[in-house]
Every structure is written in structure tokens, then in C-alpha cells.
């Protein structure tokens, strides 16, 4: 920005504005296509993910829902989540479990700046499994030597080529299983 002289700035006609959102360019006024084919690519990637899945139904409307909005039945967070972190562990629970017919799942995690830790309850109608996950685009970037311009990993990098790929560490911890209740 300049200054015009009458003590009002003035825009420089192609300056550039990041907005809130990484990736979303808007130049003179205008949103640039690159922010909506990111989102879009990632919409189409999880309905890959959905159709490799034997998951039922109601569960995979329920990530539709929450990729989409943040919210959806059949999905339980204990306390607090970004909803970006919580869509990653849906579509790690979805391609590293894809055999499960999930039904509805429930999790407690912490959100740090790179990563996401906790366990997540996978119900199933047969059973319950129970993971131990750590999610840290810090460990990915260090994994592929990336560094940012200061020399720190570039977890921004990672984040953003890997998405829900940046798992350092997916564990079952526990399977319930239940017991078959039928009358003789």
C-alpha cells in the first residue's frame, strides 16, 4: 500500500490478499478457481474413500455430513477438535480399516499446532476397537526432509500434500467382541 497524498492508502491495482483460508487467492475482488479445486479434489478423494468401504451407510452419511459441515450423527467428539483434524482421522479410519462395517465411532483427542493424538472407538455391530492414533504433519515433513525458508520442518507442506496421510502412529489397543445373543 501507498499512501495518495491525501493521507488515504491506496491499493496497488495487482497486489495480492491472502484471505484466511491457505490457498485462496483473491485478486482484485475476485476468489481465484484454485481455492474451490482444492476443496473439490479433497471432496472426491473421500468419496473414493466412502466407495472402497464396507462402512454402512448411515455412518458414511454421517462423514459426508462432517466433511461438509462439521457435524454429523454416528460421529462423537469428547471435548474439542478441529473439524479438519477430525475429517484426517475419518479418512485414515476409513482406508486403514476398509474391510469394518463401521457404524458409528467416538473420540477424545488433543489438537497441538502439527499434530493430533489420542484413541478413537470404531463400533462395529459385532464389536468395538479401539485405536491409539498420532496424527503430525511435523514427523511427515521431517520424514520427506522438508524444510521451510527458516529451516524448520515445513509442516505447512506436509499438511497440505499429505492431508489425512501424516499417521505416525495407528494402533489397535483393544477388541471387544460381542457375544451372539440368540435363544435356544
Not at 495407528?170 to 460381542?178: I, N, P, Q
Request: charged content about 30%; proline content about 4%; aromatic content about 10%.
Amino acid at each position: 500500500m501507498e499512501h495518495n497524498g491525501n493521507g488515504h492508502p491506496r491499493e496497488e491495482p495487482w497486489a495480492l490478499q491472502l484471505t484466511a483460508v491457505g490457498g485462496d487467492i483473491v485478486r482484485g475482488g475476485k476468489l481465484s478457481r484454485f481455492a474451490f479445486t482444492l476443496e473439490e479434489s479433497r471432496v472426491s478423494e473421500m468419496e473414493q474413500i466412502l466407495a472402497k468401504s464396507r462402512a454402512m451407510e448411515p455412518f458414511k452419511r454421517a462423514v459426508r455430513s462432517y466433511s461438509s459441515s462439521g457435524g454429523g450423527d454416528h460421529i462423537r467428539v469428547d471435548g474439542s477438535a478441529p473439524s479438519i483434524k477430525v475429517r484426517r482421522l475419518l479418512a485414515h479410519i476409513l482406508t486403514a480399516e476398509p474391510h469394518l462395517p463401521i457404524e458409528r465411532v467416538s473420540l477424545r483427542g488433543r489438537s497441538g499446532c502439527s499434530d493430533f493424538v489420542g484413541t478413537v472407538k470404531v463400533h462395529t455391530a459385532s464389536e468395538t476397537r479401539v485405536y491409539e492414533f498420532v496424527w503430525d504433519c511435523r514427523w511427515r515433513a521431517e520424514q520427506e526432509g522438508w524444510t521451510d525458508c527458516f529451516g524448520y520442518p515445513d509442516q505447512i507442506r506436509a499438511a497440505r500434500e499429505y492431508d489425512w496421510r501424516c499417521f505416525e502412529r495407528w494402533e489397535a489397543v483393544h477388541v471387544d467382541a460381542f457375544a451372539s445373543h440368540t435363544l435356544e
